[in-house]
Nanobody
Framework: QVRLVESGGGPVQAGGSLRISCAASGYTFGVLCVGWFRQVPGKEREGVVDWYPGTGRINYADSVKGRFTISQDDAKNTLYLQMNSLKPEDTAMYYC???????????????????WGQGTQVTVSS
């Protein structure tokens, strides 16, 4: 059984940094497409970044480009999202997602991801 568990969210002031994590069990990062999404109550889920290790392709949403960085720790089988220069509009519940099979994925298509974590809340105050 695949389980993705996010952690590391919390309150942070604008301009600050935060690193959130996604630990996996029953799943190995580094092979199939993974991504981070975020959602604010009442709004659609928004793609933040997608990463296909098989091709090396990383795609960031324009809103976070240059500020956020996706990475992983193979030994810990954990995915990270480093968030710098945070803005109040980055406030959201952040979710990690992963595919169960090879293939294309995109932050524009949440339905391409098969596994989701429960989310971790990031709140940026001005």
């Amino acid at each position: 059984q695949v389980r993705l568990v996010e952690s590391g969210g919390g309150p942070v002031q604008a301009g600050g940094s935060l690193r959130i994590s996604c630990a996996a069990s029953g799943y190995t990062f580094g092979v199939l497409c993974v991504g981070w999404f975020r959602q604010v109550p009442g709004k659609e889920r928004e793609g933040v970044v997608d990463w296909y290790p098989g091709t090396g392709r990383i795609n960031y949403a324009d809103s976070v480009k240059g500020r956020f960085t996706i990475s992983q720790d193979d030994a810990k089988n954990t995915l990270y999202l480093q968030m710098n220069s945070l803005k109040p509009e980055d406030t959201a519940m952040y979710y990690c997602a992963a595919r169960s099979s090879p293939g294309y994925c995109s932050i524009g298509g949440p339905d391409r991801f098969d596994y989701w974590g429960q989310g971790t809340q990031v709140t940026v105050s001005s």
